[in-house]
């Protein structure tokens, strides 16, 4: 079965700009969440949506949106991109039921030039 | 904050059992203990999670002591493709109190390297 899908693996981009990373999750899964780890971090929580609709947001400014579409896939958006905004941006997927674990994918290295 | 207290570091010699100790005095009695595992370069590995009997699955063992302050990874026969490290995290399933959204707060976790 596949797992979790993130595209692009990687992506460069200049400040200012605008990036948009995608993520599918397992098959039957209805919860998609989002987190964020810079070099040397643990993972920090950016957000966590489940049949479509956000059910959690972490400590991210507003330039940070999400959303997640009828197949349950979903969109990470960072506008007026940083040179701090440069890290491994990681897509979980879960059930999203009870004690069920999320289970990630394997990132999209975001460099901000 | 991260609610778990794991030791910075730790060693083993490949074939040899790899017990990873986590402190978690503050969970509540809703919340459950998750490990992950992150190799370099990729995403986090889910490896197993329990409420309060012990686990085991087809790669690790978890042992929650009876009071659930701390529990113990266990790899049974560490090879060096374990080295890692791995995330001892506290969380309350899904919907729990109708708010709970299954969020993972990661420390920095126990960085394991197994030798040859």
């Known amino acids: 079965d596949a797992g979790v899908t993130q595209s692009p693996t990687h992506l460069i981009k200049t400040r200012g700009q605008h990036v948009t990373l995608r993520c599918s999750p397992i098959s039957g899964h209805k919860s998609v969440s989002w987190y964020q780890q810079v070099l040397g971090q643990g993972p920090q929580f950016i957000f966590q949506y489940y049949e479509k609709e956000e059910r959690g947001r972490g400590n991210f400014p507003d330039r940070f949106s999400a959303r997640q579409f009828p197949n349950y896939s979903s969109e990470l958006n960072v506008n007026a991109l940083l040179l701090g905004d440069s890290a491994l941006y990681l897509c979980a997927s879960s059930i999203g039921t009870g004690s069920s674990p999320l289970h990630f994918g394997n990132g999209t290295r975001l460099t901000v030039t | ?116």
């Not at chain 2, 059992?17 to 919340?31: K, M, R, V, W």
């Not at chain 2, 999670?49 to 009071?67: C, F, P, Q, V, Y």
Request: aromatic share 8%; charged share 15%; glycine share 10%.
């Open chain 2, 1 to 116: 904050d991260a609610k778990t207290t794991q030791p910075p570091s730790m060693d083993c010699a490949e074939g040899r059992a790899a017990n990873l100790p986590c402190n978690h005095s503050t969970i509540s009695g809703n919340e459950y203990v998750y490990w992950y595992r992150q190799i370099h370069s990729q995403g986090p590995q889910y490896i197993i999670h329990g409420l309060k009997n012990n686990e085991t699955n087809e790669m690790a063992s978890l042992i929650i002591t009876e009071d659930r302050k701390s529990s113990t990874l266990i790899l049974p026969h560490a090879t060096l493709r374990d080295t890692a490290v791995y995330y001892c995290i506290v969380r309350v399933g899904f919907g729990a109190g109708g708010t709970s959204y299954g969020k993972l707060t990661f420390g920095q976790g126990t960085i394991l390297t197994v030798h040859p």
